[in-house]
């Protein structure tokens, strides 16, 4: 067992290392993926624009980076033509690498990416008939350890930036090709005066939109890495931005009770809480965090979720265990304790994942339809979900890089070697 007295206290300090919001570049140029405009604005003075002109070049910026995913300021049309090799002398908008990109045979795709200092970390997008629905992640690992979750299991841990968050979001608006498009033909080339922008956006319209929901639920505890998650997702919500509603974004937690109320408060987006037991004992093994938020501290914090009403409910995951937390007796528990906390609720079932290595197997579809009628006739909805993109490794908790697999591999023929050569 790991010692975990020296751990910090979950939810007051982030535990893991964050890097600063602007990495330094070879060619000395700033990337303003992931800066909010305040940010922009402060750099363009840094490099020597009066305030006036900083103010409104840092507007035109934002707008063509994050409501039009333009990365070339080139192409920044309302921009005076003299002032945009200005600009690209001096900054870049980058966007995440991709290591590898992969098409499930049912339409899901999934990305490999890279940060620049060389961590893995993976999105999925998964189509359906009426959306699509991007997860993205918020660490490159997870410090949690819930004994069914892939994540879980990988040593190295980072929080994501927010350019690195919220350009998973701008690389798959780029890869659907869904940006805005059209020309800002009343836009014109200013020279430095005008503020009124905004009323010409009427020439372009967004068509395509096969991206409509966010989910968090990638690799990582988003309430660990709130205050980067926070920015992302302003970015995202921001009219003048990516434009999506809080409405379509869901963020999935394990139960970091103290980030709760901020989460609501300051981003207010759909919650999805991980329950996946509805007793101590089993919680507290499968989703260790359940030893220091327990479960009835849980409900309670759902219940005072701000935002949460009949018409946007809590999801909670129910991870589906065979032998494990799949009984009727467990789904009768379950109603009951929705019901005691008076929670708008709904119940979302994930059969298991099975991964190499991983200690349980998935409910049985018949104890799956028991448990999910259970719930149902109590009035609460208990959707089973599909699997997505299984034959692409994308589907629930598989999330763990090929790089960190691949590693694993390394060390495993390394201590293979090590014991033939103890053995000579
Ligand atoms: N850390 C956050 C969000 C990422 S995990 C959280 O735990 O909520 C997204 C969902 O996938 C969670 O409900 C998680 O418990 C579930 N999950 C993880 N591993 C899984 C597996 N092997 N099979 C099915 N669901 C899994
Ligand atoms: Fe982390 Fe969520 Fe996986 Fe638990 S289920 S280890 S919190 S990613």
Known sequence: ??????????????????????????????????????????????????????????????????HRGVTDFSAMTDIAKTMRPWLAERFVVGRPKIVEAQHSTDGTRKWLLQTDDGHDYEMVFIPDADRGTLCISSQVGCTLNCTFCHTGTMRLVRNLTPGEIV???????????????GRMDGFGDDG?????????????????????????????????????????????????????????ITLSTSGVIPMMERCGAEIGVNLAVSLHAVNKGVRDEIVPLNKKYGLEELLQACADYPGATNARRITFEYVMLKDKNDSDEDAHELVRLLKKFNLPAKVNLIPFNPWPGANYECSDPDRIRSFSNIVFEAGISAPVRTPRGRDIDAACGQLKTAAEKKSRAQRDREAAEAAAAADE
């Open 192 to 248: 430095g005066g005008d503020e009124s922008g905004d009323d010409q956006e009427g020439h372009y319209t967004a068509d395509g939109r096969l991206l409509t929901n966010i989910v968090l639920m990638g690799m990582g505890e988003p309430l660990y890495n709130f205050d980067n998650v926070r920015d992302a997702m302003t970015l995202v919500m921001d009219s003048a931005g990516l434009a999506l509603s809080k409405r379509r």
């Open 167 to 181: 350009g998973q979001v701008m690389l798959a608006r780029d890869a659907l090709g869904e940006w805005p498009k």
């Open 1 to 66: 067992m790991a010692n975990t007295t020296l751990m910090p206290i979950a939810g007051h300090s982030d535990p893991v290392t964050t890097p600063r919001d602007i990495t330094p570049r070879e060619d000395g140029r700033v990337d303003l993926m992931g800066l909010p405009r305040p940010r922009i604005r402060e750099l363009f003075e840094a490099a020597g624009l009066d305030t006036r002109q900083a103010k409104l070049r840092s507007k035109q910026v934002y707008h063509w980076l994050y």
